[in-house]
């Protein structure tokens, strides 16, 4: 399985490029399993994401076709180390460190997209504070994102394709809960320990 988490802010109807970092499987952490703060950074970040899976083989994906490749999703979360983020960008270096690191990638339990289309906004609940996310923040043309990450990746079954909406993210602390829900459909339970 890979997990391709997109980055920057992506605009439907734009020309431009896309850009990514991978993730692996052992970077996934399952709804209602604990998250544990790493202690090699002191500021950890959330993002939360809309997580599409892949459900086919397919390679060089025009977009008229991308919509069969996939036909669910669900509500996910990354994680960062913003020092050590800030570190890497500076010195120029890869990512890894801050952006790949066990148990990094939340992954809500998946449901058809077709639940996602009358949805139009999602709720991250994190400790004391909770907040209304539209989905019209999410990067939305995900036919055009499969067509360009597929340019020159295989996608296989099981792929993920993470697409970020809320780019200031959220900062964690251990003792905080984290839920997120869709239409009152809760997708994903963390406790960060």
């Not at 896309?18 to 959330?46: G, K």
């Not at 669910?72 to 801050?98: C, F, H, I």
Request: glycine letters at 6%; charged letters at 25%.
């Amino acid at each position: 399985m890979k997990i391709f988490n997109i980055i920057g802010k992506y605009e439907a109807g734009r020309d431009q490029e896309i850009n990514w970092h991978m993730l692996q499987d052992s970077n996934v952490i399952r709804s209602d399993n604990p998250f544990f703060v790493p202690d090699f950074d002191s500021e950890f970040r959330l993002y939360p994401s809309l997580a599409i899976r892949i459900d086919r083989l397919g390679k060089s994906i025009a977009p008229k076709f991308a919509h069969r490749y996939y036909a669910q999703a669900t509500l996910a979360a990354t994680v960062r180390a913003e020092n050590l983020l800030a570190s890497l960008r500076t010195g120029g270096l890869p990512w890894d460190k801050a952006v790949s690191f066990d148990r990094c990638c939340m992954i809500g339990d998946f449901r058809p997209i077709e639940n996602f289309s009358e949805v139009s906004e999602i709720l991250f609940h994190i400790g004391d504070s909770s907040q209304r996310i539209s989905l019209a923040g999410f990067k939305t043309d995900i036919d055009r994102i499969i067509a360009l990450v597929s340019e020159n990746n295989i996608l296989k079954m099981g792929d993920i394709i993470l697409l970020t909406g809320e780019e200031t993210g959220f900062k964690l602390a251990p003792g905080q809960n984290l839920y997120a829900e869709a239409d009152s459909d809760k997708l994903l339970e963390i406790r960060i320990k």
